[in-house]
């Protein structure tokens, strides 16, 4: 982490000005689930430092556990480095995998780099935290038994809800 926040401050002091241009309509282009995403990092980080029992949304403070509450709107604009931080982490992770995905296909590869859909969140994560009506809270995805997993599978994540999902446009 040290070393990915000494990047941003480098990028910050001395990228050019397209590169700059280019992470702010890259902000623009994911909108509010970015947003959403990095500021749950941010808040994430500023309550585990403070005690590592408040590693989930869920334990944080009760104004924070909403993403939409006063709390979290004023912490992001108190922290905004910090959140711009963590879209910028997206920024970087997306350019490296949309390079790998073209050097895949010039490579010949025909579907190149795909992104997954997951079946499941992590209900303690970002996902939960910002689009908590498309989680099924209380819920377990996993596998049945089979002969590789006698007992059967739970990964521990919560899986998506189609009517959540259907609600807020996917």
Known sequence: LPVLEALHRHFRATASADRKRAFTAFRATWGESLERHATFEALHAHFFTKDMHLWSWRTWPEPYRNCASREVAAFAAENGERVAFF???????????AAAHDRDRAGGMSIGIY???AVASDGGGSMAWSWPQVILAGASVGAPPD???PMGQNWGLSPLSPQGLRETGY
């Open 147 to 149: 002969d590789l997993g």
């Open 87 to 97: 879209a910028w982490l997206q920024w970087i992770a997306d350019g490296q995998l």
């Open 115 to 117: 992104r997954d859909l």
